[in-house]
């Protein structure tokens, strides 16, 4: 799933890329992906892209003065820009991946796209961003907080770390990856309680939640949509890396499973040495 610095970088690229160029054509293939009808998408026409943002984990692009096409790309989803469409014809009801596409008027655009059959991407457009749901409950940015912020926002959930720091209501913008580069840094494990964190923790955490979210930022803006996911992928240190050595001290990394995602860590640099006992099956140990 695209997090705070993925995004980051599709709303960078897209600035840099699109910003005052005219809509020619605004499409709609799965209607299911576009939550809103008010206003329609014919209102985009003609309007320019006048910028990009974004909030938590969603993307927000502007189009002239007050609309914004506000997106969650969900597990599967992505963004796509072209520099020229293979074909000028509409899109077709139900074209493969492809949700939505943005014609501008120099022949580029974007599609946004979503792999397999579980359909979760979300498209509003909308007015004002705080018009959607899930941008209203959002927390304030993940590298909007000082320590003491953090602090107070961890502390105001009595659960273990891993899924207080993702919970967006909490932080927005972190997500299953980037919690375990965190979680990995600090040298913490991802089923400490939130409410026996130490002072010294709570700092050690705030570091190195910053250090790894700046890290990917910098790594990922100034990319190409289409080089975001391997640069991604290149600098995880022990998540989806399962089996493999931890690059801090050689150990084993591990997994925990549940039943529609999976944590990874390493036991010597996080919990002592100590495997994590798999969920579905044992009580955690911690």
Not at 34 to 55: E, I, N, S, Y
Not at 73 to 100: E, M, N, Q, T
């Amino acid at each position: 799933m695209p997090e705070l610095p993925e995004v980051e970088a599709l709303a960078a690229y897209l600035r840099e890329r699109a910003v005052g160029r005219l809509v020619q054509r605004f499409e709609v293939s799965s209607f299911s992906a576009l939550k809103t009808f008010d206003p329609p998408p014919t209102a985009v026409t003609g309007l320019p892209l006048t910028g990009a943002g974004r909030h938590g984990k969603y993307l927000d692009v502007c189009f002239g003065d007050e609309l914004h096409l506000v997106v969650h790309l969900a597990r599967a989803g992505w963004l796509h820009y072209r520099d020229a469409f293979k074909s000028a014809a509409p899109l077709k009801p139900g074209s493969g991946p492809i949700a939505v596409r943005v014609r501008l008027d120099d022949g580029s655009g974007f599609d946004l796209t979503e792999a397999g059959t579980q359909k979760s991407l979300a498209a509003y457009l909308v007015r004002d961003p705080a018009e959607v749901p899930g941008v209203s409950r959002l927390g304030p940015d993940a590298l909007a907080v000082d320590r003491d912020e953090f602090a107070t926002r961890l502390r105001s959930r009595n659960g273990q770390v891993k899924g207080v720091l993702t919970d967006q209501e909490v932080l927005a913008g972190i997500g299953n990856a980037y919690s375990d580069e965190i979680l990995h840094t600090a040298k913490m494990s991802p089923f400490t309680l939130t409410g026996r964190l130490t002072d010294e923790q709570i700092t050690t955490l705030y570091e190195a939640m910053r250090r790894v979210e700046q890290d990917a930022v910098a790594r990922s803006v100034g990319q190409r949509a289409a080089e975001l996911k391997g640069e991604k992928r290149a600098g995880l240190r022990v998540h989806a890396r399962t089996g493999l050595p931890c690059p801090v001290c050689g150990d084993t990394v591990r997994e925990v499973a549940f039943a529609d995602k999976s944590l990874q860590y390493c036991p010597t640099c996080q919990t002592g040495g100590k495997p994590l006992a798999d969920r579905r099956l044992s009580k955690l140990i911690r």
